[in-house]
C-alpha cells in the first residue's frame, strides 16, 4: 500500500497563479480513518511520514499508528522523522562544525570521499552566546563589549567563516545581529515551508531541531520545533532520520484574558508552574480554546519558549489569524502568507474557534486569573507572587549551610557613590535579557515607559546592581527608539550592552572587584534579577546564590528598589525629587499606554533589519580564512582542537565490551542539570581546566568562557561534573565538582580522579536521582562523561534530550527499578559494579546490575535500559551517532 498512498495523496494547490505540490492528508483520511480531532502537532508528523513513506525508513504502520492514536491517545511505536532545516547557536554550532571537520577527517583516512561530509537539510547559525556583559552603564558599552567579543572569539569565528565557505547548505549569522531564536522567529521561519523539486514547488510544513533547548520558541508560530544534542542535530543535518517514538499530546486549554498589569512572562510562568507539577517530560504540549484568539503571537512564542522549563518536548500553537498578522508585520512576502492560509485550510492545520482534539491529558487556565509573578530562586518552575517574593527569599537564605554569623553587613565605596551597607538579598544584577521575553513588544515597552515614569519621578538605579539590556533583535532598539523610551533606559542604566544571551547563559560578566569582594569576604546570599528562562544554581554568576525570573518592567523595577527583601506592592521604591514614597503601581504603565507604544513596531523596521542579515560588519567580513576542504588544525590553538572521538576508528564496528569492575565516579541528586554536568559559565584559574589554560600560556583574563571553547575537548572534559554548585554525595559537606578516589582515599577534582581511573584501565560509571539531566540541551554534557571514561549512568529518571545524547556519544543511560534508588540501596561509593549482556541489547528491556559493596556482600538489580528505539541501539552499537553515520557513508 505504501506507494500507492503515497501517489494517491500527492496533489497540487493553486494559491494565487503559483501551483504547489503537496500531499493531501484528507486522502489519508479517507483511506484510514477520519483525523478532524487528531492533534494539530500530530498532523505534522502525520505529514511527514506520508511524504516520505518508503516501505523502509517509513512504512504503512508508522502513518496507521499515528492515524489511530485517536482511539487511546497514546502509541507505543517508533517513527523517523525528518525535519525540513536545522538551527544552531555558536556555543553548541561551534563543537557540531568541529565534530564535521573531524568527520572529514575521518573519512579522508578511511579512503572515502570528504566532499560527501556536507549538510543534506539546511542548516542555520546565529552566533548570539559569546557577548559578555562586560561594559555596562554608558553609551558606549555596546562597541567596547563588542570589540572584547571579536578580540576573545577570533579564532572560534575564523573557524565558523571557514565553516560558511566550505560546507554546503550553512549559513551563519554574524555577531552583533541577534539571539537565534529570535531571528528564527522574524525571519527564517516560514510556518509552511516551500522550495523546488525537481522543477517544481513543492509545499510543507515548516519543522526544525536545533541545538539550544529553547529552539520551541518557533512553535508559537504553528512550526514544529524543538531542541535535541548537537550530536543528534549533526546526525539529522546529515540525513539520519530522528528517531522518536509517537508522543503524547497534553492539551493545554486557555480562556479569558490577562487582566491589567499582568504580562506575558506572569502568564509563562504560571503555565510553566501548571505543568511540570502535571508531568509533561517527553510529551507534546498543544494549547487550544478559545483565549487564543486574545493572545499576541508574541505572548505565544513567549509560552513555547519555556517548554524546556515545564519539561515538555514542545509547546505547540496552531497557525490563525494572529499567526498570517505577525508575518505580515515581520515583512513576509504576500505570496508566503497566503500559502501558510491555504495550505494550513487545506490540511486540517488552521485553528478555528471551538476545536477540541483528543488529547492524552487536558489543563487549563483562565488567564483572567494570572497575578504578578517571580520565579526562584534556584528553579524556573518554582512560581512566586510578587508580594510572597522577600518570604521566597528568606527561605532560601534558610537553606544556606555554613552560614556565617555577620553582626553587620559590609559597608561598600564605588566611584563618586556614597558608601552603602550591602546586605543579604540585595540584588547585584538586572538584566534585560534572553530569547524568551526581549522578542515581545509589549512587554519591551513596558519596561520603557516603567523606566520613563520612574526618571520622571527622579528615581535611580541603586549603585550596587549592574544593569544591561540584551535584546533578541536590532528591531527592538529601532522600536524603543522610536517610542522615545530608549533614554529613559539608559539613564537607569540599562543602556544596550549586546544582541546576544548574555546574562542568561552566565555571559553576565564581572562584578565590580568591591561588590564582588564584600559578597565573597562575608559569605552573602544576594541576587540577580533577569527577564530569561533559567535560574539554575550557578548559572548567572559564580557569586550569585538566588537567581530570580522576572518581566523586563519588574527588572526595572527591581533595579531600583535594589533588594529582594522588599514587597513592591506594599513598600516604595524609593523617593521622589520632593521625598515623598513612590510606590510601583505609581509608575506601572497602564495597558493603553503599552498599546499605544507597541503600535509603533512597524515592518520597515523588520526589512531594515533583515535585509543583510548574513554579511556582518566590517571586522567580520575582513577576516582571512583558509580556502580547504579539510581543517588545518592548529597546534598551538586552545579554541579549535582536532577531537579525539575517531581515534582509531574501524569500518565495521567491534562487538560491545561488556562492563567489569567498574568504580562508581560520583553519586549524584535528585534534578541534576546539564548546567551542573557541562561545562557552563567563568573558568575558575585553579580548576583542571584553568591549570590546562595557564599551562598553554593564557592569562585568566583571557580565560573566556566554557561556552567559547567548547571547540577544545581538553578543556571542556577538564571542566565536566565541575560546576560549583554540585554536589557529590560522595564526599558529604564539599559543594563543587570533586569526588572520592577509591583505591587511595584522595578527595580529587572529578577530572584528575577520572584520569586516574582510566591509567588505572577502571571504567566508570555515574550513580544520579530523578530528572537526570533536565535543562540546556547541552552535548558537552555527553561528550564530557564520555570522554572522562563513564560507561553508564544509572539514574531514577533522565530527561529526554540529555538521555538521548548519552546514547549518542556511546553512554548506556540505565533506570533503577520502581522503588529501588541510591538511598534505598544505602550506596557510598565504594562499590564495584557489573553490567553484562551489552552486545545481546534489545530497547527499554531489564539488565541485570550486579553491586558489590566494599565488605564483599553483592546485590543485583534489574535496571530499564533506556536505549528506547532500534535506531537508538544501532547508535549505540557502533560507539556513537557520527560513527554510524561515517560507516554508513563508507
Known amino acids: 500500500m505504501s506507494l500507492r498512498l503515497k501517489k494517491e495523496s500527492h496533489s497540487t494547490l493553486l494559491v494565487g497563479s503559483q501551483k504547489y505540490e503537496y500531499y493531501r492528508l484528507s486522502e489519508v483520511a479517507r483511506q484510514l480513518g477520519d483525523i478532524t480531532r487528531l492533534p494539530k502537532s500530530l498532523k505534522v508528523l502525520l505529514e511527514n511520514l506520508v511524504r516520505h513513506l518508503d516501505g523502509d525508513t517509513v512504512v504503512d504502520e508508522d502513518i496507521k499508528a499515528l492515524v489511530e492514536w485517536q482511539k487511546t491517545a497514546h502509541a507505543s511505536r517508533e517513527i523517523a522523522y525528518r525535519p525540513a532545516r536545522v538551527l544552531m547557536q555558536d556555543f553548541t554550532g561551534v563543537p557540531a562544525v568541529v565534530d564535521l571537520a573531524a568527520m572529514r577527517e575521518a573519512v579522508k583516512s578511511l579512503g572515502g570521499q570528504v566532499d560527501k561530509v556536507n549538510p543534506l537539510s539546511p542548516v542555520d547559525l546565529v552566533i548570539d552566546h559569546s557577548v559578555m556583559v562586560d561594559e555596562y552603564a554608558s553609551k558606549n558599552a555596546f562597541a567596547e563589549n563588542v570589540e572584547i567579543e571579536m578580540e576573545r572569539n577570533y579564532e572560534r569565528y575564523l573557524f565558523l567563516r571557514w565553516g560558511q565557505q566550505s560546507f554546503e547548505r550553512f549559513r551563519v549569522v554574524p555577531p552583533g545581529t541577534g539571539i537565534c531564536h529570535q531571528v528564527n522567529l522574524e525571519y527564517l521561519g516560514k510556518a509552511i515551508w516551500s522550495e523546488m523539486q525537481n522543477g517544481h514547488h513543492v509545499a510543507y510544513p515548516d519543522t526544525l531541531v536545533g541545538t539550544d533547548s529553547h529552539t520551541t520558541m518557533i512553535n508559537g508560530l504553528g512550526v514544529l520545533g524543538w531542541g535535541v544534542g548537537g550530536i543528534e542535530a549533526e546526525a539529522a543535518m546529515l540525513g539520519q532520520p530522528i528517531s522518536m517514538l509517537i508522543p503524547d499530546v497534553v492539551g493545554f486549554k486557555l480562556t479569558g484574558k490577562l487582566r491589567e498589569g499582568i504580562t506575558a512572562t506572569d502568564l509563562v510562568l504560571t503555565v510553566t508552574q501548571m505543568l511540570r507539577a502535571h508531568g509533561v517530560v517527553g510529551k507534546f504540549v498543544e494549547f487550544y480554546g478559545d483565549g487564543l484568539a486574545s493572545l499576541p503571537l508574541a505572548d505565544r512564542a513567549t509560552i513555547a519558549n519555556m517548554s524546556p522549563e515545564y519539561g515538555a518536548t514542545c509547546g505547540f500553537f496552531p497557525i490563525d489569524d494572529i499567526t498570517l498578522d505577525y508575518l505580515r508585520l515581520t515583512g513576509r512576502e504576500e505570496q508566503e502568507i497566503a500559502l501558510v492560509e491555504a495550505y494550513s485550510k487545506e490540511q486540517g492545520l488552521w485553528r478555528h474557534t471551538g476545536d ?220 521622589d525629587k520632593q521625598g515623598a514614597p513612590v510606590y510601583l503601581k505609581d509608575i506601572w504603565p497602564d495597558s493603553k499606554a503599552i498599546a499605544d507604544a507597541v503600535e509603533k513596531v512597524k515592518t520597515e523596521m523588520f526589512h531594515k533589519e533583515y535585509s543583510a542579515v548574513f554579511e556582518g560588519d566590517e571586522t567580520w567580513k575582513s577576516l582571512q580564512i583558509q580556502d580547504t576542504p579539510v581543517y588545518d588544525w592548529q597546534p598551538d590553538s586552545t579554541y579549535i582542537r582536532h577531537p579525539p572521538f575517531f581515534e582509531g576508528m574501524s569500518k565495521v564496528p567491534a562487538p560491545i565490551k561488556d562492563i567489569h569492575q567498574a568504580s562508581i565516579l560520583a553519586i549524584l541528586g535528585d534534578s541534576v542539570t546539564t548546567d551542573h554536568i557541562s561545562p557552563a559559565g567563568n573558568i575558575k584559574e585553579d580548576s583542571p581546566a584553568g591549570r590546562y589554560l595557564r599551562e598553554h600560556g593564557v592569562e585568566p583574563k583571557d580565560f573566556n568562557s566554557y561556552g567559547s571553547r567548547r571547540g577544545n575537548h581538553e578543556v571542556m572534559m577538564r571542566g565536566t561534573f565541575a560546576n560549583i554548585r554540585i554536589r557529590n554525595e560522595m564526599v558529604p559537606g564539599v559543594e563543587g565538582g570533586f569526588t572520592k578516589h577509591i583505591p587511595t582515599g584522595e578527595t580529587l577534582a572529578i577530572y584528575d580522579a577520572a584520569m586516574r581511573y582510566q591509567q588505572e584501565d577502571t571504567p566508570l560509571v555515574i550513580i544520579a536521582g530523578s530528572e537526570y539531566g533536565s535543562g540546556s540541551s547541552r552535548d558537552w554534557a555527553a561528550k564530557g562523561t564520555r570522554l572522562l571514561g563513564v560507561r553508564a549512568v544509572i539514574a531514577g529518571s533522565f530527561e529526554r534530550i540529555h538521555r538521548s545524547n548519552l546514547i549518542g556519544m556511546g553512554v548506556l543511560p540505565l533506570e533503577f527499578p520502581k522503588g529501588v534508588s541510591r538511598q534505598t540501596l544505602g550506596l557510598k561509593g565504594d562499590e564495584k559494579i557489573e553490567i553484562t549482556g551489552l552486545n545481546a541489547l534489545i530497547p527499554s528491556q531489564d539488565i541485570a546490575v550486579n553491586i558489590t559493596f566494599a565488605d564483599n556482600r553483592t546485590e543485583t538489580i534489574m535496571a530499564r535500559c533506556r536505549i528506547d528505539t532500534q535506531t537508538e541501539l544501532a547508535y549505540f552499537q557502533h560507539g556513537g551517532i557520527l560513527h554510524y553515520v561515517i560507516r554508513n557513508m563508507l
Open 356 to 575: 477540541e482534539p483528543i488529547f492524552t491529558s487536558t489543563l487549563s487556565l483562565d488567564m483572567g486569573t494570572v497575578e504578578a509573578s517571580l520565579a526562584g530562586p534556584k528553579r524556573p518552575q518554582d512560581r512566586v507572587n510578587l508580594p510572597s517574593v522577600p518570604k521566597a527569599f528568606k527561605a532560601a537564605v534558610d537553606l544556606e549551610t555554613n552560614k556565617k554569623s555577620l553582626v553587620q553587613f559590609p559597608q561598600v565605596k564605588i566611584d563618586d557613590y556614597p558608601a552603602f551597607e550591602l546586605t543579604d538579598g540585595a540584588v547585584v544584577i538586572a538584566a534585560i535579557t534572553s530569547c524568551t521575553n526581549t522578542s515581545n513588544p509589549n512587554v519591551l515597552m513596558a519596561a520603557g515607559l516603567l523606566a520613563k515614569n520612574a526618571v520622571e519621578k527622579g528615581l535611580q538605579r541603586k549603585p550596587w546592581v549592574k544593569s544591561s539590556l540584551a535584546p533578541g533583535s536590532k528591531v527592538v532598539t529601532d522600536y524603543l527608539n522610536l517610542a522615545g523610551l530608549t533614554p529613559y533606559l539608559d539613564k537607569l542604566g540599562f543602556n544596550l550592552v549586546g544582541y546576544g544571551c548574555t546574562t542568561c547563559i552566565g555571559n553576565s560578566g564581572p562584578l565590580l572587584a568591591p561588590i564582588e569582594s564584600a559578597i565573597k569576604d562575608n559569605d552573602l546570599t544576594i541576587a540577580a534579577v533577569l527577564s530569561g528562562n533559567r535560574n539554575f544554581e550557578g548559572r548567572i554568576h559564580p557569586l550569585v546564590k538566588t537567581n530570580w525570573l522576572a518581566s523586563p518592567p519588574l527588572v526595572v523595577a527591581y533595579a531600583l528598589s535594589g533588594n529582594m527583601n522588599i514587597d513592591l506592592t506594599k513598600e516604595p521604591l524609593g523617593k
